[in-house]
T-cell receptor
Framework: QQQVKQSPQSLIVQKGGISIINCAYENTAFDYFPWYQQFPGKGPALLIAIRPDVSEKKEGRFTISFNKSAKQFSLHIMDSQPGDSATYFCAARKEGSSNTGKLIFGQGTTLQVKP | SQTIHQWPATLVQPVGSPLSLECTVEGTSNPNLYWYRQAAGRGLQLLFYSVGIGQISSEVPQNLSASRPQDRQFILSSKKLLLSDSGFYLC?????????????????FGPGTRLTVT
C-alpha cells in the first residue's frame, strides 16, 4: 500500500512529440505528488507537483494530470526536446507525515527525445 | 536562498574500509534531512532521515549509519564497506516542521556522491 508504481520504465519520443509518464498508488492517505527530473550524474530536481484537490497543474511545457478516483497521476511533456532527455521520478507523500516529510518514489522512467 | 552541499563528489574505497560522507545545508534552520541511495539505473531508496540534531531514523537495516551533529550537517558512515554499498548517495532537505503551505512539502536534493567499493 506504500508503493508508487511508475510506467513505462523507458520511453523514446521524437522531438516535438508528447511524452507521457504514468504513476499509480494505492494509499488514499497520500496528499502530495511531486515529479523529479534527474540528469546523469546529478541529483534529482523538483520539476512540478500537485495536491489532490486539483485535477491538473501546468508549468510551461510540463503538466501533471491527477485522477483521484483512479488513484493515478501522470506527467505530460509537450513539445518534447532533446534537452528533456533524463530520468523522471514520480513520488507521493503521506498525509500527516509533515514532521518527517518522507516521500515514496516510483522506480523512474528514462526518457530519450530523439532530434 | 538555500543550498545543499555534498562531499566528496566521487569516492573509490576498498572493501572493508570505513566511510564518511558529509552533507550540509545553508540558508535554512532546523531542516528535515534525508540520505538516499540510488543503485545504477535504479530508483531512490531512503536510508535515513532526521528531524533534528541527534534524531536519526533508519528506513532499511544495513551496513550504514547516520549522524546529525549540527543542525544543518548530516553524515553517512560505515565502519566496513561492502561491495553492495556501491552507489550514488544523495542527501536531501525539506522545510522544517511548523512551516505551512506548499513549501513544507518540497524536498530538495544535493549533487550526490558517487561511491565505488572495489
Amino acid at each position: 500500500q506504500q508503493q508508487v508504481k511508475q510506467s513505462p520504465q523507458s520511453l523514446i519520443v521524437q522531438k516535438g512529440g508528447i511524452s507521457i509518464i504514468n504513476c499509480a498508488y494505492e494509499n488514499t492517505a497520500f496528499d502530495y505528488f511531486p515529479w523529479y527530473q534527474q540528469f546523469p550524474g546529478k541529483g534529482p530536481a523538483l520539476l512540478i507537483a500537485i495536491r489532490p484537490d486539483v485535477s491538473e497543474k501546468k508549468e510551461g511545457r510540463f503538466t501533471i494530470s491527477f485522477n483521484k478516483s483512479a488513484k493515478q497521476f501522470s506527467l505530460h511533456i509537450m513539445d518534447s526536446q532533446p534537452g528533456d532527455s533524463a530520468t523522471y521520478f514520480c513520488a507521493a507523500r503521506k498525509e500527516g507525515s509533515s514532521n518527517t516529510g518522507k516521500l515514496i518514489f516510483g522506480q523512474g522512467t528514462t526518457l530519450q527525445v530523439k532530434p | 536562498s538555500q543550498t545543499i552541499h555534498q562531499w566528496p563528489a566521487t569516492l573509490v574505497q576498498p572493501v572493508g574500509s570505513p566511510l564518511s560522507l558529509e552533507c550540509t545545508v545553508e540558508g535554512t534552520s532546523n531542516p528535515n534531512l534525508y540520505w538516499y541511495r540510488q543503485a545504477a539505473g535504479r530508483g531512490l531508496q531512503l536510508l535515513f532521515y532526521s528531524v533534528g540534531i541527534g534524531q536519526i531514523s533508519s528506513e532499511v537495516p544495513q551496513n550504514l549509519s547516520a549522524s546529525r551533529p549540527q543542525d544543518r550537517q548530516f553524515i553517512l558512515s560505515s565502519k566496513k564497506l561492502l561491495l553492495s554499498d556501491s552507489g550514488f548517495y544523495l542527501c536531501a532537505w525539506s522545510v522544517p516542521l511548523g512551516q505551512i503551505g506548499w513549501s513544507s512539502y518540497e524536498q530538495y536534493f544535493g549533487p550526490g556522491t558517487r561511491l565505488t567499493v572495489t
